[in-house]
């Protein structure tokens, strides 16, 4: 599904943007936030470092950790290991071809993003990398099943590639919050299976990195 993505930019007005003056020279007895402060006084100095040091090292509590997230009912188990059976039956990619399959259920939208070594990721917004990674086609609620989601490079560049999984929607207002998933990689003539739930609202960025080597 496609999502509008925005990002920040930074415009230059003109080349004098590009100019930093430097700042004026701290007076002696200035203080240093978290750091050293330059005093005539040993006496001085180091009552001022040890009211500076314990200043540093205060800070908000440290937060409760989140629960961790029941484990999946073996339903979306069972669903995401019939989605692998669909990926182990495809016919294998062409020699020399890096090829990533994500396939998922008709109740929820779920988005494939890849990452090359030039850092460039392959998803609906960039459907194109200049790596020549390519998205094949963004599988949105209402295409007809199955619903897989492909990036393929006919002819990868070498160098560690990433893997991210979102769950932005889901189709049908009581569709469950959870969906299964499955992820094929093929490279080198091997094919390896993921099984996998995402949850809604969810973007994990690394469901899986690996180093292509030609």
């Not at 930019?9 to 203080?31: G, K, N, V």
């Not at 779920?110 to 990452?115: A, K």
């Not at 996998?196 to 292509?212: C, K, S």
Request: proline residues 14%.
């Amino acid at each position: 599904m496609a999502h509008a993505v925005t990002r920040p930019i930074a415009l230059l007005r003109s080349s004098q943007d590009l100019m930093l003056t430097p700042p004026d020279p701290a007076p002696e007895d200035t203080p240093h936030r978290c750091g050293p402060r330059r005093t005539r006084g040993l006496a001085l100095a180091l009552a001022l470092a040890l009211m500076t040091s314990l200043a540093c090292a205060g800070g908000p509590p440290s937060r409760p950790l989140p629960k961790p997230r029941p484990a999946p009912p073996p339903a979306l188990l069972a669903e995401a290991e019939r989605l692998a059976g669909l990926l182990a039956q495809a016919p294998a990619a062409p020699a020399g071809t890096l090829r990533i399959r994500l396939a998922f259920g008709g109740e929820a939208d779920l988005d494939l993003f890849v990452s090359d070594p030039l850092q460039e990721t392959v998803y609906f917004a960039n459907e194109r990398a200049q790596s020549g990674g390519a998205l094949e086609e963004d599988r949105r609620c209402g295409s007809p099943p199955p619903n897989i989601e492909v990036v393929e490079w006919s002819q990868p560049p070498a160098g560690r590639y990433r893997i991210g999984i979102d769950f932005p929607t889901r189709c049908q207002e009581d569709a469950p919050k959870r969906a299964p998933y499955a992820l094929a990689i093929e490279r080198g003539g091997q094919r390896t299976l993921h099984r996998g739930v995402a949850n809604l609202g969810v973007f994990v960025p690394i469901v899986d990195r690996f180093d292509y080597r030609p």
